[in-house]
């Protein structure tokens, strides 16, 4: 089978805010870690099953969404924060481009894309007798259409950044000092030629500025750029290009969807696919009892035991796109200059005070204790799955209380009145307040033990806000550099471009640390530079990335995440191998429901 649609790096960079090694999670056994002496055995799952049975005609496939929180059900590309919307949107993507099992654009999606990088130019043309979910014509005006959202001067989402600054004439729409991105030259109903500044190696991974979603500009043009996000189009009754389309929502719960008959690649097999949050904590429950078929959003590997036995369910597993952090806030986002600033003077500034923070906490141990061996620790910015550009040979913040207490006792943090928490520089009470996200008994329980880890060298962690936060608030605080929050916890998810400019450039919003600096501007400029499309070159930059975050420690990885994907055994065959990923309009049942344990 043809791999999927897939989401760019720019559009994937969704804030899971949670401590992934024990919200559930995602990716792979590493192979390549070494967990500070530790030996975590990792189980291993195929990526692939084959179930027996005589499919059925039609059915509806009943989806689970692990989360503790509501999704916030905005449902365009353009404009989603959420990973929960992002999971929804797969089964009615508007993504026109397809990748490879190494993530580089084909020719087998809704576009296909020509590069010339000699002229600095992109050619991107649309396939024909396309039609969105309502029938109407798909053009490359809805392509175009996108890049105008994102580029106005009323948008106020995240993906206005370095990358699509990238774009000639974007700057100028943005600033309002053009009616136009002159970069956009239309050539006919289904091509586009496009101009940027510059072109890496990015753009073959949909980097650069390019842009892998269509906007219906029939639907949404005569709404203001600044009320999509609140408006039925986008909330109640989105067209869609993908295998399914929305049918009804009961927002931030639940999703039905009913297939497209004009979907592009044929008309699915399944009658159509109802998805519904569920608690993390109930999930084992609702999977043997045979209420879902699959999960959209990765289970929760602390609860793998309770499914790994079951005998309606097949286990499957991935390398997952992503990785969680430890972060901590050394700035402001200058929303008038569209920038990120250092704070030099910012509580946690000293780069081996971070440095202390991170060898302090055991991340061995909670994948070990709390997650069942599923997850490792993570050691580099870069996922492992990106085998080309992961430098497997950095050992990263393995658990060293010693090291820890070294480094605070060299940068002055002392314990001056005896009592075992440790002072500032200056002789004064030291306390980080820490900002987490809640929801789960393993949650709670990580993120105590990390303020006891934290507490044994020394250092007086309390929690922001005096709790553990709801994943929509904690979101927000973060997006507004709100001061309860001094160091936190969070997740990212990369997409399938590996540059990571997109995370930790000077214009770039999702850069919550809000840490730049001229090196590594010029490190990940050179990472998505031409001499990059050397790939020796790239793979040099990607670790001199690599090495200069270690070394500042303002995002510190914590836990390289295994994807684990349940599936009723109704499911006829399921692949999520990315070079050989199942298609939704593919999928069979061979039950009129799912199968109990």
């Known amino acids: 089978m043809k791999k999927k649609s897939f989401f760019l790096l720019t559009l994937l960079l969704t804030l899971v805010l949670a401590l992934a090694a024990c919200s559930g999670g995602s990716k792979e056994s590493s192979k390549d870690g070494k967990d500070s002496g530790k030996k975590t055995e990792s189980r291993s799952f195929p990526m692939e099953v084959e179930n027996e049975g005589e499919p059925i005609k039609g059915g509806v496939l009943q989806a689970a969404l692990p989360s503790t929180s509501p999704f916030k059900g905005i449902f365009l590309q353009e404009l989603y924060t959420d990973s929960n919307d992002s999971s929804i949107m797969k089964f009615a993507s508007?993504?026109?481009?397809?990748?490879?099992?190494?993530?580089?654009?084909?020719?087998?999606?809704?576009?296909?894309?020509?590069?010339?990088?000699?002229?600095?130019?992109?050619?991107?043309?649309?396939?024909e007798n396309v039609k969105w979910s309502?029938?109407?014509?798909?053009?490359?005006?809805?392509?175009?259409?996108?890049?105008?959202i994102i580029g106005h001067p009323d948008y106020d989402g995240v993906r206005y950044d370095d990358d699509f600054q990238n774009i000639v004439g974007a700057e100028e729409y943005h600033d309002k000092k053009a009616d136009t991105i002159s970069g956009l030259k239309r050539v006919?109903?289904?091509?586009?030629?496009?101009?940027?500044?510059?072109?890496s190696p990015a753009i073959y991974s949909g980097g650069d500025g390019l842009?892998?979603?269509?906007?219906?500009?029939?639907?949404?043009?005569?709404i203001p750029v600044k009320e999509m996000v609140s408006s039925d189009a986008v909330r109640v009754n989105p067209v869609t290009l993908g295998a399914f389309k929305f049918d009804k929502i009961v927002n931030g719960e639940s999703v039905k969807f009913v297939k497209n008959e004009h979907y592009w690649k044929g008309e699915p097999k399944l009658d159509g696919v109802v998805v519904k949050v569920v608690s993390p904590e109930t999930l084992p429950k609702a999977l043997n009892s045979g209420t879902y078929d699959i999960t959209v959003g990765s289970f929760p590997g602390s609860?793998?035991?309770?499914?790994?036995?079951?005998?309606?369910?097949?286990?499957?597993?991935?390398?997952?796109?992503?990785?969680?952090?430890?972060?901590?806030?050394?700035g402001k986002f200058d929303k008038s200059k569209g920038i990120n600033i250092t704070d030099e003077n910012a509580k946690l500034s000293d780069p081996k005070l971070r440095q202390a923070l991170a060898y302090a906490i055991d991340v061995e141990g909670v994948n070990e204790k709390l997650s069942n061996g599923i997850h490792t620790r993570a050691t580099t910015l870069i996922p492992p799955a990106f085998a080309s550009f992961h430098t497997k040979d950095m050992q990263g913040f393995t658990h060293d209380a010693t090291k820890a207490k070294q480094l605070l006792d060299e940068t002055g943090y002392?314990?001056?009145?005896?009592?075992?928490?440790?002072?500032?520089?200056?002789?004064?009470?030291?306390?980080?307040?820490?900002?987490?996200?809640?929801?789960?008994?393993?949650?709670?329980?990580?993120?105590?033990?990390?303020?006891q880890n934290w507490k044994e060298v020394g250092i007086n962690v309390e929690l922001a806000s005096g709790r553990l936060m709801e994943f929509n608030s904690f979101s927000d605080k973060l997006?507004?550099?709100?001061?309860?929050?001094?160091?936190?916890?969070?997740?990212w998810g990369t997409g399938t471009n590996p540059s990571p400019k997109g995370l930790y450039g000077e214009g770039t919003l999702f850069n919550y640390s809000r840490f730049v600096s001229p090196e590594l501007s010029a490190i990940l400029d050179?990472?998505?530079?031409?001499?990059?499309?050397?790939?020796?070159?790239r793979k040099d930059a990607f670790r001199k990335f690599e090495e200069y975050m270690f070394e500042q420690a303002t995002t510190i990885p914590t836990v390289a995440i295994t994807e684990i994907i349940p599936v009723n055994k109704r499911v006829k065959n399921y692949n999520v191998d990315y070079a050989n990923e199942t298609q939704y309009q593919d999928i069979e049942l061979t039950a009129d429901a799912p199968l109990k344990n």
């Open 94 to 127: 508007n993504i026109i481009f397809e990748n490879d099992g190494d993530f580089l654009v084909t020719d087998e999606g809704l576009a296909t894309l020509k590069v010339d990088a000699d002229a600095n130019k992109a050619i991107v043309k649309i396939r």
């Open 134 to 148: 309502d029938g109407e014509p798909f053009t490359i005006d809805d392509v175009i259409f996108s890049y105008e």
């Open 188 to 199: 006919d109903d289904h091509t586009l030629e496009i101009s940027f500044k510059s072109i």
């Open 211 to 222: 842009w892998s979603s269509a906007a219906p500009k029939h639907q949404l043009k005569d």
């Open 303 to 330: 609860k793998i035991t309770q499914i790994e036995n079951s005998k309606n369910l097949a286990i499957l597993s991935r390398p997952q796109l992503a990785y969680s952090y430890l972060s901590f806030k050394l």
């Open 414 to 451: 002392k314990d001056v009145d005896g009592d075992g928490i440790r002072e500032d520089k200056d002789g004064k009470p030291f306390t980080i307040k820490l900002g987490a996200q809640g929801g789960t008994e393993v949650l709670e329980s990580t993120i105590e033990y990390y303020r």
């Open 479 to 491: 997006k507004k550099d709100d001061p309860e929050i001094e160091m936190f916890f969070g997740s």
């Open 526 to 537: 050179d990472i998505d530079s031409k001499e990059s499309i050397d790939l020796n070159h």
